[in-house]
């Protein structure tokens, strides 16, 4: 496995691979990988990716000025091994400052998508990310590209970029992996006291309800948006959104829903954690 710290010799590396008739997939992370991360290599491969690119990378512009950029757990060696044992062929670790050099001044945004629920409560996230994510696009350039479902309406804003640039990459979204009892992998997991790992389950706790009221032919938004709602406000310290919405442009629906997305953002002590539940 290749490691490489600037983006010239990143690009260098995915040409290589490329000219080598390689079908390239990429794996866009923040690090501090655990097993949603590392499932979204597997997916890569089995989307026909023969060369696997993950980056790591702790997006300075996707994080507000009060957000955790500051403690964001950075485990650099134990990703590295992770990546290895996983068998991702190139890990791109940009130095900071490496990719936002003096000067620069370019920002992608997409629209109406990005205006609702995270962005509402994270209003400059979503440049952020499409920015780094068309840069790490145009460095690596991937046949395919995993994000996973976790952060759902990424997924959707990525998609609706790639789709509107017409990027020639295939935007996949893993489902979400989830410890045994039903919390969501993800690296801010790790800023929860064990008090508050249990009280995160609140999240887990109302999806799960709404999902067998669904099965059992509930199909209400209002009634669903409550299901979940009642777990979350008595575990959470507060919630920025209960939202059923649609899938694919994440408006919020009412009355009777026929596909829907459920979202969630709660605070937990000084952690803030993202889940959601697709209906269909
Ligand atoms: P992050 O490092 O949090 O930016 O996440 C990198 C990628 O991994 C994103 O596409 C996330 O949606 C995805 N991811 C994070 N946690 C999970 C999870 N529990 N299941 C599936 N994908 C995940």
Redesign the pocket.
Known sequence: MQVVRDPKTFREACEAARARGARVGLV?????L?E??L??VDRAKHEGATFVALTIFVNPLQFAAHEDLGRYPRTLEADLEACRSRGVDLVFAPEDGSMYPPGFQTEVAVGEITKRWEGVHRPSHFAGVTTVVCKLFALTGPSVAV?????YQ??RVIERMTLDLDLPIDVVG?????EEDGL????RNRYLSPEERTRALGIARGLHAANEAWRAGMRDADALRAIVRGPVESAFDSIDYVAVASPRTLEPLEGSATEAVILVAAHVGRTRLIDNLELA
């Open positions: 866009p992370t923040m690090g501090a655990h949603g991360h499932s979204l994000f996973g479902r976790k952060d990424q997924w893993h489902p979400i992996v989830r969501a992998l993800s690296s």
